[in-house]
């Protein structure tokens, strides 16, 4: 290895990361919190390497969200207000939380509005690719 290449946002977002050497992040969480799928862990770990986090006054949009992993993680570790766009609900649990408005339709038709605000995100994990 010669050079690292710069990834992300973060300060530390450089691949490989001296801060995670073998390039896991600690993305384990407690058996009590149950997660819709273990997607998860692929976001919390590129999170964990950017080194750029979302606060609670983040909108984020999760295209593709079904069944809700990636969904779960921005609002249970983060306290984000997350618009879960997908043509199946997300997990049951998911679609009580006030702060999860589900849009049902295709995600990669959606466009984002001005008032979802200044500090949007938009995650995705779709294996599909668009028409």
């Given at each position: ?9 973060g300060q530390n977002a450089f691949w490989p990361n001296y801060l995670h ?16 799928s273990s997607a998860y862990r692929k976001l919390m770990e590129g999170i ?84």
């Amino acid at each position: 290895l010669v050079q690292c290449q710069h990834v992300g946002p973060g300060q530390n977002a450089f691949w490989p990361n001296y801060l995670h050497p073998l390039g896991l992040a600690k993305v384990d969480i407690d058996k009590e919190d149950r997660m819709p799928s273990s997607a998860y862990r692929k976001l919390m770990e590129g999170i964990e390497c950017m080194g750029v986090t979302p606060t609670s006054k983040t909108t984020v949009v999760d295209l593709g969200a079904c069944p809700g992993g990636w969904t779960a993680v921005m609002r249970r570790y983060f306290g984000c207000r997350v618009i879960a766009v997908d043509r199946s609900q997300v997990d049951s649990t998911l679609m009580k939380d006030k702060m999860v408005e589900f849009v049902k339709g295709d995600a990669f038709a959606f466009e984002p509005s001005a008032e979802m605000g200044d500090d949007l995100w938009m995650i995705s994990d779709i294996i599909a690719y668009p028409e």
